[in-house]
């Protein structure tokens, strides 16, 4: 029995019954041929559903992280992205550098290695989906610890914005 947990945050949303839209779908596989996608639209428009649907219905590999205003702190962003990495890693044991006091001068060597890190320990291929990234204060470090260190990651992962 596996005995880990995983929360909410972590979690891909339960869709249900919905349609299955093939045009969009195909639209959004080739937005995924980049490194990364950055899906915009209005409140309700069915951002998160449309990636959800696409990654259950090809049957894809998913990282999954619902951001919320408490990852305005990278160091909330980091600590739930190392609990999820460890339900998707193609190694046992993945261990992820924790942020502690003496990184925050640094933050942004401390985000490269994180990613580097975490890129090496995903399978093949794996989608990694940042899901409303609108809620991170506009004034977090973290979009800028994001900038530098999401390119680090391999080309066998792709990073999905919504």
Same mark, same amino acid.
């Given at each position: 029995?596996?005995?880990? /947990?995983?929360?909410?945050?972590?979690?891909?949303?339960?869709?249900?019954? $919905?349609?299955?839209? @093939? *045009?969009?779908?195909?639209?959004?596989?080739?937005?995924?041929? *980049?490194?990364?996608?950055? &899906?915009?639209?209005?409140? #309700?428009?069915?951002?998160?559903?449309?990636?959800? #649907?696409?990654?259950?219905? *090809?049957?894809?590999?998913?990282?999954?992280?619902?951001?919320?205003?408490?990852?305005?702190?990278?160091? /909330?962003?980091?600590?739930?992205?190392? &609990?999820?990495?460890?339900? $998707?890693?193609?190694?046992?044991?993945?261990?992820?550098?924790? $942020?502690?006091?003496?990184?925050?001068?640094?933050?942004?060597?401390?985000?490269?290695?994180?990613? @580097?890190?975490? #890129?090496?320990?995903?399978?093949?291929?794996?989608?990694?989906?940042?899901?409303?990234?609108?809620?991170?204060?506009?004034?977090?470090?973290?979009?800028?610890?994001?900038? @530098?260190?999401?390119?680090?990651?391999?080309?066998? $992962?792709?990073? /999905?914005?919504?």
């Amino acid at each position: 029995m596996d005995n880990r /947990t995983t929360l909410a945050k972590l979690t891909p949303p339960h869709l249900g019954e $919905v349609y299955a839209c @093939e *045009r969009l779908y195909k639209s959004f596989e080739q937005a995924c041929e *980049r490194p990364l996608a950055w &899906i915009v639209g209005a409140p #309700g428009a069915g951002k998160t559903t449309l990636v959800a #649907g696409w990654l259950e219905t *090809r049957k894809k590999r998913t990282l999954w992280y619902q951001l919320d205003a408490s990852d305005s702190d990278p160091a /909330t962003f980091f600590h739930y992205l190392s &609990i999820a990495a460890r339900h $998707v890693s193609s190694r046992q044991r993945v261990v992820l550098p924790r $942020v502690t006091p003496e990184h925050l001068p640094s933050l942004g060597a401390f985000a490269r290695r994180f990613f @580097e890190t975490l #890129g090496a320990s995903l399978p093949q291929p794996t989608v990694l989906v940042l899901d409303n990234y609108h809620d991170v204060a506009a004034d977090s470090p973290l979009h800028v610890l994001l900038a @530098e260190a999401l390119p680090l990651l391999p080309s066998h $992962v792709n990073v /999905t914005v919504i």
